[in-house]
């Protein structure tokens, strides 16, 4: 299974571009198309209405919108239920003020988004081709970011734990237990929060793993102006940062009005990335009329040059 990121500026026509790509490459292979973008329009661009749950086009097209806002919501709510269940020993405790805010906390739109991508590349295994039409710069970088972050954090916090654990058998052992106290597991085996860690500290690593991976490609789609010229210089050094498969570049909306600027910004880019070719594309627009309308073409040679072997 390949999987695809379309990142880019906002209004580049990156969502355009992606489903272009996902409706070509439906003609011979099963796709599954996903936007996380919060402002989606990928249903706009294919003539139909998605309910974040897939939806199927054609025999080989599939179409998904996440809800970030449910996403978002969902996934609190899985958390604040593993921590009730796990800490229910502090049930004297006003726990709800605590939880109340979770809500507010930096970073749950990135794990959530970051937990949808998990999911979906670890059930949808009957596709070829996964796609994923990115957030802006900001989001996407934070997201793509967050397994690498996150398995350094639960490294520590699986040591911090073995050590609460020694403890806790040393001092129970110490004092002993009476009949009315309730007796805290130590053993590792048997600790809730250590299988917990253990479990995020798997997943996050088998992520890591395909997104820095020969079936991961990541296209950076951006317009010959100059605020689309800054925003993907950002996106090409978080990439390098990431160690991510930056595999090519969508020149898009290029014409012969604008043919000059967009030989200038082409060369900037190349100049941060030798090894990335870069694609032109002239068409700006691309929408299908119902499941009988014909999706504008991107050249075959782009599509050829996404890493696809």
Same mark, same amino acid.
């Given at each position: ?113 970051? *937990? /949808?991508? !998990? =999911?979906? +590349?670890? &059930?949808?295994?009957?596709? $070829? ?7 802006? #710069? ?38 002993? *237990? /009476?009949? !009315? =106290?309730? +007796?805290? &597991?130590?053993?590792?085996? $048997? ?7 253990? #479990? ?110």
């Amino acid at each position: 299974m390949k999987i695809l990121f379309y990142t880019g500026k906002g209004g580049v026509g990156k969502s355009t571009i992606a489903a272009a790509t996902a409706w070509q490459l439906s003609q011979k292979n099963r796709v599954l198309i996903v936007s996380l973008d919060p402002a989606h329009n990928l249903g706009d661009i294919f003539g139909v209405t998605l309910k974040n749950k897939k939806a199927q086009f054609t025999e080989k097209l599939f179409l998904k919108e996440i809800n970030l806002q449910k996403l978002s919501r969902d996934y609190l709510q899985r958390e604040i239920n593993v921590l009730s269940s796990t800490y229910k020993y502090l049930q004297t405790l006003n726990l709800d003020d605590y939880f109340s805010v979770l809500k507010y906390s930096p970073g749950i739109e990135e794990y959530a988004l970051l *937990t /949808s991508i !998990e =999911e979906t +590349v670890r &059930n949808e295994t009957d596709f $070829d081709y996964i796609i994923f039409d990115t957030p802006p #710069t900001g989001l996407t970088l934070r997201f793509l970011a967050l397994p690498r972050i996150t398995i350094t954090w639960i490294d520590r916090l699986i040591q911090i734990r073995q050590k609460i654990l020694e403890k806790r058998y040393t001092i129970q052992k110490i004092r002993g *237990t /009476s009949k !009315e =106290e309730i +007796v805290l &597991n130590y053993s590792e085996e $048997d600790d809730d929060v250590l299988k917990r860690l253990r #479990t995020l500290n798997d997943n996050y690593q088998a992520l890591n793993s395909i997104l820095q991976g020969e079936d991961c490609s990541i296209v950076l789609v951006f317009n010959p102006d100059i605020l689309s010229l800054k925003e993907s210089q950002r996106l090409i050094e978080g990439l390098y940062d990431l160690n991510l498969p930056l595999r090519l570049f969508i020149d898009n909306k290029v014409n012969e009005e604008n043919r000059k600027i967009a030989d200038r910004i082409e060369k900037n880019i190349k100049s941060m990335a030798k090894d990335v070719p870069i694609e032109r594309v002239s068409l700006s627009k691309a929408l299908l009329n119902g499941k009988g309308g014909k999706l504008y073409d991107i050249p075959e040679d782009t599509i050829s040059k996404l890493h696809i072997r």
